[in-house]
């Protein structure tokens, strides 16, 4: 079912004005229904598989830990980790299936997530929901109005979006679109300048595709006011 | 002992008559007297040269507030940063990481490889995290985050088995997770790997 959402966006990838608004949200409701279907069939796989091997989910959590942050609040190693509290389950685990499948890349998360069974997966996801740290912090403080403003309103002359429109009015995000609120500034701002160099890889086209535009479209000085927003939202 | 004591004839010697001594404040010949000629390491003591300077300074604090706690930096580091003023302390950490560093290539290259793909892989079967994503990919660190290319292979293993057995660095770093799920034969490869990486 995945396969065929990624074959939908794909025929409708090329199009432009009106009409992108308008199959941008058929492929969300789409999505969503998708991904509702999905997590509740994973759901039952979780019930099953997981409590047997607690100890496993247990040492996994704390290898997870040890990168993005005791309290899942991210980490600045020599690569910026991002923040996982808090964030969407679906969201990170439509993203550890992309490092598996080299349509994200990154060397250091194929390794970890090609060894994860599909109930580790899920149930690594589920976790870190739960969590709630404060921010991270250390963004600087100089153009956190101008965030807000693109974050709130978009960047109509530029074709950019409002954030808050997909990723809430709080940034929490919902189902595969990821909460932004409390993400490490760094993280944010690399993602958005490096989008097509290490999202949607390969041939098969992911629901990455959707913010490949936007990042495009804003300049580096954009996107730091807008990574420093939402790094400081709690 | 018989090492140590020849060394400290040569270096009083040579510090009566070398000009490079010239130019080294009373401050950095307390450190490099323990830390080797320029500052590339000597025994247990490690190489300073080119160590992030941020590094440094958290080690200095550490060992003045007694959190880095192995036996070495007990009977050593303890008393010899208890009088540094932190100015004293930033002068000296921006002074020897601005020195170029020497690898000290003194591990078992049979075991480089091996400690290569653990270093940039980890093993994640076993849990343990790739060395890489926080020290850097030729392992120069970043920040306060160490560089450990070319450090000594005593040291290195020493360091890492310290945090196994439960002596302490920093309040905030990873590494006592990190070491707890290494074996002796992944720090032996990890260490040897190490004193190679330039």
Not at chain 1, 152 to 178: D, M
Request: proline share 6%.
């Amino acid at each position: 079912m995945v396969a065929a959402c990624s074959v939908e966006l794909d025929a409708s990838g090329g199009r432009r004005g009106g009409r992108i608004v308008k199959v941008l949200s058929v492929r969300l409701i789409l999505q969503a229904v998708i991904l509702a279907v999905a997590f509740s069939a994973t759901g039952h796989a979780a019930d099953s598989g997981v409590p047997a091997r607690q100890g496993g989910l247990e040492a996994k959590l704390e290898y997870c830990k040890t990168c993005h942050g005791l309290s899942g609040q991210g980490y600045l190693g020599y690569f910026p980790m991002p923040r996982l509290a808090g964030q969407q389950p679906e969201y990170i685990e439509a993203q550890l299936r992309a490092f598996i499948e080299r349509r994200r890349t990154n060397p250091i998360m194929f390794n970890v997530a090609h060894v994860l069974s599909p109930s580790m997966l899920t149930a690594l996801a589920t976790h870190f929901r739960g969590l709630n740290p404060k921010p991270f912090g250390g963004a600087p403080r100089g153009s956190l109005a101008e965030g807000k403003k693109i974050f709130e309103e978009g960047l109509p002359e530029a074709n950019v979006p409002a954030c808050s429109a997909c990723h809430g009015t709080e940034g929490k995000g919902q189902n595969e679109i990821p909460r932004l609120a409390g993400q490490v500034y760094a993280y944010t701002v690399g993602q958005l300048k490096g989008w097509k160099t290490e999202r949607g890889q390969g041939s098969a086209v992911d629901t990455s595709a959707i913010m490949a535009p936007t990042a495009h479209n804003m300049t580096r000085s954009q996107i730091e006011a807008v990574a420093a927003y939402v790094s400081y939202l709690q | 002992m018989k090492r140590i004591g020849l060394k400290m004839a040569i270096m009083a010697i040579l510090a009566s008559s070398a000009p490079s001594w010239a130019g080294e404040s009373a401050a950095v010949r307390n450190c490099t007297w323990c830390h080797g000629t320029g500052a590339q390491g000597y025994t247990v003591a490690p190489r300073l040269a080119g160590q992030r300077p941020q590094y440094i300074m958290s080690q200095i604090r550490s060992f003045r507030e007694h959190a880095r706690d192995n036996p070495f930096s007990k009977q050593y580091m303890w008393n010899a940063v208890a009088a540094l003023d932190s100015q004293t302390a930033r002068d000296l950490a921006n002074y020897f990481a601005a020195i170029p560093p020497k690898g000290a290539n003194d591990g078992d290259s049979t075991l480089a490889s091996r400690g290569r793909t653990i270093y940039l892989d980890g093993i994640p079967e076993a849990n343990i995290v790739s060395c890489y994503a926080c020290h850097g990919p030729n392992a120069e660190g970043v920040r306060d985050i160490p560089r450990l290319g070319g450090l000594a292979y005593f040291y290195l293993k020493g360091r890492l088995e310290q945090w196994g057995q439960g002596y302490h660095s920093g309040t905030e770093s990873p590494m006592p997770m990190v070491a707890s799920h290494l074996g002796p034969n992944e720090i032996e490869a990890l260490a040897s790997y190490l004193s190679f990486v330039k």
